[in-house]
């Protein structure tokens, strides 16, 4: 069993395709007609053809190595076995009604994971709302409009598909895409334990993000999690109080976030509280360097906001150094002694030599991550040039807390995630992007584990 | 002195305005120069323009109740002075160099008072943003860009200029805007004693956002808030560990969380944790009725985001009542019997039945407060009809959190939040609207008081 066939199709066979719009089987040819490979709509009762593909009676008739099926689920049991027949590799099953739901669905998903299992087939799902790949064009989805998700570098593992989708929503409104997303469904023969490895060794993916309700084989996941190179952020949901929701939906065992934190925190792995805290950490994750120490220093343009973001890392437990001599004699001549010169430092407003203050406290030695505040002024900018030549130079994580009209500040807003200093659009969203590089940066030898607990 | 000046000025004179782009005294023109009454740029070294207004050279020259005195900290005395002479009520000081510095600026900033009181002018600041009532298109503030946040109903009053600017720019990206915001700075003889009853009788004003550092007058602070009619959410920052940020900052004394926290909740005050809750927890409280109690019916087209919301509450203690029979058979009728009917209610896709489903939820009399979660898809849009419907018959708060591409649900999200459903980017901020709504509702009788302390 691979799962290289989910990563580089060569045909897609839609099971149950359809010219109706609505149709689930409409909304998943929607998807996937832009890919870059053959795309065989199966389905015995429809002929000529959709988005330019005939029709074909069966998967017989197709090349396919993917599986789109969209047919509910009690027919499964006999499409899964003719896939096998022709050669299907990995298919993914949007159907829900399995283990989920009762004892005969538990039944019926046993069926389809055996055949599956049998001939060798990769299941997405069931109970999925798939995956999608936007760098290939390959959108294995229903969910209307999710091919409007663009690329970027945080793949997505979730155990629900919605909450997948949600958070590629949520990523793609903030101008910003996935490297890879996966819905998992009830996890028939492919769960974290496969799909880490995988996410951990695409090329395009820099951090994983995972959504976690509750899984079978903890082991494996925790395994694979320690194993991985690529920075991991988890949030786990779905606590005792409301298990009988979560069993109902991806037919997951209740378990303990803490059994999960106990085990990941110091072991590279962020655990989050909240789908935009999962996102940012991600985004913080993969787009800087890995720290040499857990020592931050907050510049900011105005106070207010910059007490907001240090009391949220203060309230974390997370450390300000004192600045250096070198550096506080720089910074007071930057900003002849009007201002709150210690860590954080405060410049007052906006300044010409707002850039110069940030360089001064990034390239401190005793300064491991830096955190800046700055509301946008049209007639200074961002200071873009300065970051740039600090990501060059200095290999810390720097990250850009921005506030001001969208409009006004989008050109170097992108100019600074392109040169590796990502950006937040709130203090507190910028503070936990700070906590999740502090806690990913903490190792098993790390003293007192820390998990990043108290969300903004 | 009376705080009726800042709201409905005659005239305003900009003292020490300037044609000069990037000073402070042009970027204040730039924002007023839109206001309906007669503005004054007062600079004796000036002569021609500004906007179309001509220099004069002294407040004396003007008929002018307001001033936004754009000049530094050491003419001020002078300045304040001739305000008092010329007939000004009201006036902003926007310099900094005060009582947040050292002892001389203490001093200075006691004879500005001194003066102020002595000609009964109502001072805002100094070392303050300003103001801005977007409704008059008077926008009080030298920040660039502040005259594009547009008319809301929710009142800003943050302690700091930077965080009360911060907010209504985070309001105006997101697309709402904001009643009025008061940045009030070091507070020389107004403060939150006498700006929350001008907001709580401000007719515009239908939620009240309080941004807290610490302020000397804790007690006229609290009766503030005890007497307001309108709902009031409070972000109190500045625990001791960022004292001294916070000092040089607004002259702030250090202050616990706690000594707000044991005086408010429970006394009609929502305590938050950050910015983006304040923002959510007034958008919320300011659109939706008092509820009856603290019920909570959740409905959702995708169980993986419904147990992140559902976790969420149920972690602040949260309680979802059983639905009535009757509302069960309802929504079992509609449902099929297919996904979870218990509540949280999961329709396990959007469809065309989902308003249905939210109606006769909203209608069980076991249920208070109402949140939806629905990602939008296009064939079925979101349903505004039903919504309408039940805004009009049934007097309880109903919250939707919608996730999709913007442009796809722009339309109904604006319908929505126009028939009193205010709606939600994440399931997380969802969540915290409804604790808020919760914290909101209960009273002093409450036996265990409940702050809203675990944010997402």
Same mark, same amino acid.
């Given at each position: 069993m691979t799962l290289s066939d989910f990563f580089d199709p060569d045909g897609i066979a839609v099971i149950g395709?359809?010219?109706?719009?609505?149709?689930l089987g409409n909304d998943a040819m929607t998807n996937i007609e832009s890919y870059d490979g053959t795309v065989y709509p199966v389905n015995p009762s429809s002929s000529g053809t959709v988005y330019g593909y005939e029709f074909v009676?069966?998967?017989?008739?197709t090349d396919a190595d993917l599986a789109l099926c969209c047919v509910p689920g009690p027919v499964l049991p006999e499409i899964i076995e003719e896939c096998g027949e022709a050669g299907i590799e990995a298919a993914v099953i949007f159907a829900?009604?399995?283990? %989920?739901?009762?004892e005969e669905g538990e039944q019926l998903e046993a069926t389809i994971t055996e055949t599956a299992d049998e001939y060798d087939i990769t299941l997405l799902g069931p109970n999925t709302a798939g995956y999608i790949l936007p760098h290939l064009d390959l959108?294995?989805?229903?969910?209307?409009?999710?091919? %409007?998700v663009e690329t970027g570098n945080v793949g997505i593992l979730a155990q629900s598909g919605g909450v997948g989708v949600t958070a590629s929503f949520q990523l793609e409104r903030e101008g910003y895409g996935v490297s890879a997303m996966f819905g998992l469904g009830n996890?028939?023969?492919?769960g974290f334990a496969e799909l880490i490895p995988a996410l951990d060794e695409d090329?395009?993916?820099d951090a994983i993000a995972l959504h976690i309700e509750?899984? %079978?084989d903890i082991d494996g996941f925790l395994e694979a999690c320690k194993a991985a190179e690529t920075p991991i952020v988890a949030l786990k949901v779905g606590n005792a109080a409301v298990g009988e929701f979560v069993q109902s939906h991806t037919a997951a065992p209740t378990q303990d976030t803490a059994r999960y934190e106990d085990e990941l925190v110091g072991h590279g792995v962020t655990m989050v509280s909240s789908l935009t805290e999962l996102i940012d950490a991600s985004r913080a994750l993969a787009d800087t360097p890995v720290p040499d120490g857990q020592n931050v220093g907050v510049v900011t343009a105005q106070a207010g906001p910059g007490i907001i973001v240090a009391d949220a890392l203060k309230g974390a437990g997370i450390n300000f150094p004192d600045l250096s001599e070198e550096t506080q004699e720089t910074v007071d001549d930057l900003l002849?002694?009007?201002?709150?010169? %210690?860590?954080?430092?405060?410049?007052?407003r906006p300044m010409p030599e707002f850039g110069a203050v940030v360089e001064a406290v990034a390239r401190?030695?005793?300064?491991?991550i830096v955190l800046v505040y700055e509301i946008y002024e049209d007639s200074l900018g961002y200071p873009v040039d300065e970051l740039e030549r600090l990501t060059d130079e200095v290999d810390k994580p720097v990250l850009f807390t921005i506030a001001g009209p969208n409009e006004a500040l989008a050109d170097e807003r992108e100019a600074m995630e392109e040169i590796g200093v990502p950006t937040f659009q709130s203090p507190g969203r910028g503070a936990n992007a700070v906590r999740a590089i502090v806690g990913s940066s903490l190792?098993?030898?790390?003293?007192e584990k820390r998990a990043v607990e108290t969300p903004i």
């Open positions: 395709a359809s010219k109706t719009p609505g149709k009676d069966s998967v017989h008739d829900g009604g399995f283990a %989920e739901v009762d959108y294995g989805s229903f969910v209307p409009r999710i091919n %409007e996890r028939a023969n492919t090329p395009n993916t509750g899984t %079978e002849q002694g009007i201002t709150y010169t %210690e860590n954080p430092v405060d410049t007052g401190d030695e005793n300064v491991d190792n098993g030898s790390e003293p």
